[in-house]
């Protein structure tokens, strides 16, 4: 079964005192093309979070909105550093997602919505 694979980096800054954290996902936006036959594609977030070490995916890391019967969710796993799910069926249209991360020391949570285009 084909894979994809995305990269969400963390850097959280303090400057005066205040903490910022800012989240990318490479690629952005996700596209799952048709050069490959498979319906099922397995999608792996992974979490680099070098730059900010307090920082993991919460426990519904990646929340796909509205999947229906397109994705399924493979969960978390890595402590806290990957998510998965799977492409099941292709339907050309596009899809919102959640990267949620928590800070472990705590509790804070911060989320960002980047897309998929379901090919």
């Known amino acids: ?3 994809v694979n995305v990269l969400v980096t963390l850097v959280e ?5 205040n903490r910022t954290l800012s989240i990318t ?3 952005e936006p996700l596209i799952i093309a048709n050069s490959t036959s498979a319906e099922d594609v397995d999608i792996v977030w992974t979490l680099d979070n070098t730059n900010a070490p307090s920082w993991l995916f919460a426990t ?3 929340v796909v909105k509205a999947p229906g019967t397109h994705f399924s969710d493979n969960h978390g796993s890595g402590n806290g550093k990957m998510h998965g ?3 099941k069926m292709r339907n ?4 919102v997602y959640t990267v949620n991360v928590e800070n472990v020391g705590d ?3 911060l989320s960002w919505d980047p897309k998929i285009y379901n090919n």
């Open 13 to 17: 800054t303090i400057a005066s005192g």
């Open 92 to 95: 050309h249209k596009k899809f």
């Open 107 to 109: 509790g804070t949570t």
């Open 25 to 27: 996902v490479d690629p």
């Open 85 to 87: 799910w799977k492409r």
């Open 1 to 3: 079964m084909p894979s």
């Open 60 to 62: 519904k890391g990646i």
